[in-house]
């Protein structure tokens, strides 16, 4: 595990910084953008957010995006990762209503990177479903697939020429189950028995038919990828005991493997594991059907092999036992039944899930090489959570760890094409406002400009992912930070 041989990013390894659009954009209701599941559900509920900050305002990247590229060129990634709002450019969710003005933020953005060398990977889904459509049932309508998807081509349409790497949805993981079943995300539904499951149906179908879109459409002229990216932290024993061993494979089946499964498992559809426990429940709870939908033979091979890469968001490691106390049931929890934990001496972020495990990063790409079949990986998220200040030391040793664990991963077999640091800089971070920042950036939320200053991490980034290698003990000598030719940026034609 820790031999001192120096690896390194190979040439053609990306680097790249992600943020997401509510997370930073502000102007929720600027220019005729129409309002989105996280605008509603935070209007209606300010006492949910740690610090009151919500996402009205948050960076203002919505005015401040020429700051933003400029921090991605001190940086030198080679790409940015961001998200476009639905609601922004189709404020009723449908397109027959298009904001011009909303896609015109975009078409800045997109073309200032561009100018600037710097590839956009667009994520066409990060937790905002317009309001309009959450009305009509969201992702438990089965029209959603039919939404998304219009969606999709309409985007695809717009900058197909532009961007090479699109992500069709962040986390259906958490889609489903914080927004549907366990309500602690918007739209904030409690409908922990089926509403997630339904989802999670639904959502890989929209997915799978923006792919397929893309195949059909673009794919022959514009030659980009088409992923999803999904939350793969790391679940395993808590000790070795065919108990614990067996509630991680659990952990492991319910918390991914039942968005993987479908589109990377050699037959395809959701886990055994899954399909057998909730039918079984289903059946003792007097439901004439299973709680965990089925999909049809064509569903199945619509979804099957539907993604040219995993965007793979892992950010920590939990030890896993099967539950200590009886959950209410019906319920995912209970279907699932496992409790977790993490290391005491693990270090702590600011975010109550968050400690450092560096192995877990190996052992999960390990897993997934394993059970599906070498697939191609991209990490498009992992990051830490700070107090405010420049000097974060933690964020650096935990990206340091991190990114040593995954060129071991990649010696070992792992096909990782890149890594994406969360986050660009300090945004909202969902309920816990800017109470956790994440950002290389901070960002002073009390300023009128938001302004922007590199911590120490983006310094260490920077110098990483120019020198390619993880050193230890390397430190700037000040914290300034400032533009410098890249000549070797690569040229983004990835070979997945
Ligand atoms: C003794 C302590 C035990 C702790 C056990 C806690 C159990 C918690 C249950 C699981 C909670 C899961 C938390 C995992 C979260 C991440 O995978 C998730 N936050 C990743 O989502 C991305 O997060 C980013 C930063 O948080 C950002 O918000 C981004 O938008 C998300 O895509």
Redesign the pocket.
């Known amino acids: 595990w820790s031999d001192h041989r120096k690896r390194k990013f190979p040439t053609n390894f990306l680097f790249g910084a992600a943020t ?1 659009a509510y ?1 930073v954009e502000g102007g929720w209701n600027a220019d005729g953008k129409g309002e989105s599941i996280w605008d509603k559900f935070l209007h209606d509920n300010p006492d949910l957010v740690a610090d009151g900050r919500n996402g009205d305002v948050a960076s203002d990247s919505y005015h401040q995006w020429r700051r933003d590229v400029e921090m991605l060129r001190e940086l030198g990634v080679d790409f940015y990762r961001f998200s476009i709002s639905w609601s922004r450019v189709l404020p009723t969710g449908f397109e027959n209503e298009i904001n011009e003005a909303g896609f015109k933020y975009y078409d800045n953005l997109i073309d200032e990177l561009l100018k600037h060398e710097i590839q956009p990977m667009v994520t066409l889904y ?2 905002e479903l317009p309001q309009p459509l959450q009305e009509l049932g969201g992702w438990t309508n089965p029209l959603s697939v039919t939404w998304f998807e219009n969606y999709a081509k309409l985007v695809f349409r717009r900058y197909a020429d532009k961007v090479k790497f699109w992500i069709t949805i ?2 259906p993981n ?1 889609v489903c189950m914080e927004g549907y079943a366990s309500g602690i995300m918007a739209p904030g539904l409690n409908s922990k028995d089926v509403g997630g499951y339904e989802c999670a149906k639904n959502v890989l179908l929209a997915h799978a038919k923006a792919y397929r879109a893309y195949q059909t459409e673009f794919k022959k002229k514009y030659e980009g990828n088409v992923g999803i990216s999904i ?1 793969v ?1 790391w679940f395993e024993a808590l000790s070795n005991t065919t108990e614990n061993n067996e509630a991680a494979e659990r952990a492991r089946a319910f918390e991914f493997g039942l968005y993987l499964d479908p589109i990377w498992s050699k037959k395809g559809d959701f886990p055994d594991l899954v399909k057998k426990i909730v039918d079984k429940k289903s059946t003792e709870q007097g439901f004439k059907t299973s709680r965990l939908p089925k999909l049809t033979a064509a569903e199945v091979k619509l979804i099957k092999g539907s993604a040219d890469f995993l965007g793979m ?1 892992h ?2 490691t ?1 030890q896993v036992q099967p539950s200590q106390t009886q959950f209410e049931a019906p319920s995912v929890e209970d279907d699932r039944n496992t409790e ?3 290391g005491p001496a693990w270090r702590a972020a600011k ?3 968050l400690k450092s495990a560096p192995y877990g990063l190996y052992k999960a790409c390990l897993h997934l090489n394993l059970n599906y079949d070498y697939l191609p990986i991209i990490i498009t ?1 992992h ?1 830490w ?1 700070s107090d405010p200040g420049l000097e974060d030391q933690d964020r650096v040793d935990n990206m340091r760890g991190y990114l040593g664990a995954l060129l071991l991963a990649m010696e070992d077999g792992t096909e990782v094409k890149g890594y994406t640091a ?2 660009l800089m300090d945004n909202v ?2 309920i816990a406002g800017t109470s956790e920042r ?1 950002g290389l950036y901070e960002v002073d939320f009390e300023s009128e400009q938001k302004t922007r200053t590199a911590r120490l991490s983006a310094l260490v980034y920077k110098h990483i992912i120019e020198s390619r290698e993880v050193e230890d003990a390397w430190r700037p000598s000040n914290l300034k930070i400032a533009i410098t030719k890249n000549d070797k940026k690569n040229n983004y034609r990835v070979e997945l």
Do not use: D, I, K, V
């Open positions: 997401s997370q990060h937790f962040n986390q958490t939350a932290n968001n950010y920590t939990f977790y934990t993490q975010s109550p899930w998220e990051g959570s969360w986050s971070e969902w994440f």
